[in-house]
């Protein structure tokens, strides 16, 4: 071989030879199908907690509503109860100031049919 010859070789695959230069060529790594597998799981997984925990906090509010609604509605039943109370209260006290009332005269127990 001469020199012509190398020199025509080496210009034409691209590679320049020159003192201190490595001539060796690396290849791009890329992960293997274990690696991506592990990869889409772990993220699949942390996706999945998140969802999770998104559905946790509504449940959780759906608790405290629900203790809040019949909080309320035990609220309710008592103010009706104390309408009732007041109705019948006001209605013995109007009912004892009335001039209908105060024309009657007292009852007084004259005995028993045992008796």
Do not use: C, P
């Not at 909080?71 to 008592?78: M, V």
């Amino acid at each position: 071989m001469s020199s012509a010859t190398y020199a025509t070789r080496r210009a034409a695959s691209g590679i320049s030879f020159a003192r201190g230069r490595n001539t060796v060529r690396l290849e791009k790594k890329s992960l293997g199908s274990i690696s991506q597998i592990v990869i889409v799981s772990m993220i699949t997984l942390i996706f999945g907690l998140i969802y999770a925990a998104e559905g946790t906090k509504a449940t959780s509010f759906d608790y405290e509503i629900s203790a809040v609604e019949s909080e309320i509605s035990d609220l309710n039943a008592r103010r009706d109860d104390l309408a009732v109370e007041k109705a019948r209260l006001t209605s013995v006290a109007t009912a004892k100031n009335s001039t209908v009332a105060a024309s009657m005269s007292d009852a007084v127990v004259t005995g028993y049919a045992a008796d």
